[in-house]
């Protein structure tokens, strides 16, 4: 029986060689395995890393070039390899799929025996993809293969449209490969009771559906790893031809898993459910369109077409009973509710990965203020990073909270880091004697501009990175210093809401003190951030999911809150977009950064 082996790895974005290289270290121990291996699979854009945006430019080949370049890295015995890239193909850019029997020993024996280019380009959420290469206009085609099946391949939104699944099946296909780069995005459980990414719960459902419906194998190979926040879960999947899952790769991490291939299973399926044979036969009289007019305009005179009544119509007596009404729409659950465990590994990977993987940094470096966001990001960068490797900073004003100093040496004892305390006052001081009616807020501010002066001076000394500790309501309602608050490059927080920080927090430790006591910026003596905002953090968490989910302010309120509580928080994220982006930059050329010049903050 064929075996394949799906290999999900983190590629080096941007770097076409050292991934190339890297395919051929993992065909050449692919190929020492006992039983050999005939198959390996490699994920959407396995060369380059996902989201280049412009520097697609940079790193896009000929299939040509890169089935040369596999050979060139590759000497062991005949295998097949089923590598994404992106493509250069007539002058134009594509998100591409190279299937190639590679023969280190016998190059001459080696061939290209497909190209699959993406059809289906997402351009919508966090994908911009026709931006930037160009739709297949080839279609979805069967190929024969060097372990004696036939295969097709269909690259990540491609599986999502049904029709392509089946048009591969009809064409002969056993075997759907279907290489992805899709960013995890939510939480849930399956039905096994696996806790995964709501969007791998979606995954395995369209990979399912499409073997259990058409008799066939389906491979899905998925990117692991984080690029610019935007976590690959990995998770890659074989699916048997009953819609079962034979086998699964790692949650987060790189791994690569064999299974076999029993062609025979297939036949047994499709006896068993001739659903495929079925859609053989009845395929010419499914015409698309059926009934347009000559001017094709889309009239279907004769869709949907009866006969008349005929004779008298019958009277029925009312039921005497009705049936009772039961059920109606089900209560949604609570939408800021997270999956604490699965969000607590999703984090501790995106950090090691950010900071380690692609930042090449060993340590990181924490501000601890002595309130729950900072201990969080304390607590999850030790588990990535391990405690000696994590600096705790104290960065107290002459003005700030005995609490927060102690609250702040609790966290750093508790997770027995290493630690630093650097009194600013002197700082601060000296700046605003010279500076002229700094009322509290210009003062905080200044407060808050030195902490992160004093904390990218002490990440420089201990070539450490400066970790992130701001909550997504925060920046939503711009409740933090520009380039002050918002400045680490790298923070595992900043997409969770305040209440749920507050649970995370209490899922990895955080002491309960630290956990339930009034959150402050702690720049003005007895300031608290709901007293600053005027409503507490439940219901601005929720307001805010409401408005930036889509709803009007109107549809918000009729969930329970205010006219003036929904207007208090719409006036102030709306009136706080600018500081969630880089300055504004007159643009005055075709080569504007950000605009034209386009590279991802990771590339």
């Known amino acids: 029986m064929p075996r394949i082996a799906i290999a999900q790895f983190r590629p080096k974005k941007g770097d076409y060689a050292a991934n190339v290289a890297r395919i051929g270290a993992i065909l050449a121990d692919a190929a020492k395995l006992e039983p050999k291996v005939d198959l390996v699979i490699t994920p959407e854009t396995a060369t380059s890393g996902y989201f280049l945006e412009g520097g697609v430019r940079d790193v896009a080949v000929t ?28 002058n134009r850019f594509h998100n591409s799929c190279l299937y190639a029997t590679l023969d280190g020993q016998d190059k001459k024996k080696s061939q290209v025996r497909h190209v699959h280019r993406k059809i289906f380009l997402p351009t919508y959420g966090v994908f911009d993809e026709e931006r930037y290469v160009e739709r297949g206009n080839e279609g979805v085609h069967a190929f024969d293969t060097g372990w004696g099946g036939r295969a097709a391949v269909l690259i990540c939104e491609d599986a999502w449209h049904s029709i392509a699944g089946t048009i591969a099946a009809l064409d002969g296909a ?15 459980v399956d039905e096994e009771g696996t806790r995964l990414p709501a969007s791998m719960i979606r995954w395995e459902q369209v990979v399912r559906g499409m073997a259990g419906e058409h008799g066939v194998y389906v491979a899905l190979a998925s990117l692991v790893g984080f690029e610019g926040g935007k976590g690959f879960p990995g998770g890659s999947v074989l699916v048997g031809p009953s819609g079962e899952i034979v086998s699964r790769a790692p949650l987060f991490d790189e791994g690569l898993v064999v299974a076999e291939v029993d062609l025979d299973q297939i036949t047994h399926v499709r006896a068993d459910s001739p659903l495929l044979a079925d859609l053989e036969v009845a395929i010419p009289h499914l015409k698309i369109g059926r009934g347009k007019s000559e001017e094709g305009r889309g009239k279907r005179e004769n869709v949907g077409a009866y006969d008349p009544p005929r004779g008298h119509s019958s009277h029925f007596p009312l039921p005497a009973s009705p049936l009772p009404h039961t059920g109606g729409f089900s209560a949604q659950g609570d939408p800021l509710a997270i999956d604490a465990e699965l969000v607590t590994r999703w984090l501790v990977a995106f950090l090691r990965d950010e900071v380690s993987v692609r930042r090449k940094f060993k340590k990181g470096i924490v501000a601890l203020s002595g309130g729950v966001d900072s201990a969080l990001t304390a607590f999850l960068a030790v588990q990535a990073l391990g405690k000696e490797n994590v600096i705790g900073v104290r960065l107290p004003y002459r003005t700030s909270s005995a609490e927060s100093l102690d609250h702040a040496q609790l966290v750093i004892d508790k997770l027995g880091i290493p630690c630093e305390t650097v009194d600013i006052s002197l700082a601060v001081d000296g700046y605003l004697s010279q500076a002229k009616d700094a009322g509290p807020g210009r003062r905080g501010n200044v407060m808050a501009r030195e902490r992160m002066i004093a904390l990218f001076d002490l990440s420089e000394r201990h070539k450490a990175l400066p970790l992130g500790t701001g909550n997504k309501s925060e920046r939503l309602l711009g409740y933090f210093t520009w380039h002050a608050d918002d400045t680490p490059p790298v923070n595992p927080i900043g997409d969770l809401f305040k209440t749920q920080v507050w649970a995370l927090a209490r899922h990895v430790g955080v002491p309960e003190v630290i956990v339930s006591k009034p959150a402050t910026a702690d720049l003005v003596a007895g300031q608290t951030d709901e007293g600053d905002f005027g409503i507490s953090y439940p219901k601005a968490d929720r307001i805010l999911y409401g408005l930036i989910s889509g709803r009007k302010p109107a549809e918000v309120q009729a969930e329970g809150f205010t006219a003036e509580e929904v207007e208090r928080v719409r006036s102030r994220l709306d009136a706080t977009h600018w500081k969630r982006r880089l300055p504004t930059v007159a643009m005055l050329s075709q080569t504007a950064i950000g605009e034209f010049y386009l590279r991802p903050v990771d590339y």
């Open 63 to 90: 299939a040509g070039t890169l089935f040369q370049d596999l050979l060139a890295v590759y000497q062991g015995p005949p295998i097949d390899v089923a590598v994404g890239f992106y493509e250069i193909f007539r």
């Open 174 to 188: 056993q075997l759907i490969i279907v290489p992805s780069a899709s960013p995890a995005r939510g939480t849930g």
